[in-house]
């Protein structure tokens, strides 16, 4: 079992930045994909990026593509999502998720990922 913890979020105005982190349990960590996603009040949960488990790899939506950036210290068991020029439209729960196989894909689909954090509220105003 995984659990993941994020944090970071908050209540920004337009052009701010935050960074998001996602703390895991689990020794296995390093061998995870860490996607994160966001859901906004009416819409569906959508892929924001995606890292495979050496870094090496990673995905982004087109929405936030040269916005945000995502990382993983896996000494620390930790990704990060490093959210520059943010944007009303980017209002939304952000939530981690970690997938345990395919460490050479990043896959953009939700039911793709085996354990997932409870969100952290980011909200952009104008």
């Known amino acids: 079992q995984v659990q993941l913890v994020e944090s970071g979020g908050g209540l920004v105005q337009t052009g701010d930045s935050l960074r998001l982190s996602c703390q895991a349990s689990g020794r296995t960590f390093s061998t995870y994909v860490i996607g994160w996603f966001r859901q906004a009040p009416g819409k569906e949960r959508e892929f924001v990026a995606g890292i495979n488990w050496s870094g090496g790899i990673k995905g982004y939506s087109d929405s936030v593509k040269g916005r945000f950036t995502i990382s993983r210290d896996n000494a620390k068991s930790t990704g990060y999502l490093q959210m520059n020029s943010l944007k009303p439209e980017d209002t939304a729960v952000y939530y981690c998720?970690?997938?345990?196989?395919?460490?050479?894909?990043?896959?953009?689909?939700?039911?793709?990922?085996?354990?997932w954090g409870q969100g952290t509220q980011v909200t952009v105003s104008s």
């Open positions: 998720a970690v997938r345990a196989s395919g460490r050479y894909t990043v896959p953009q689909r939700g039911d793709e990922y085996d354990y």
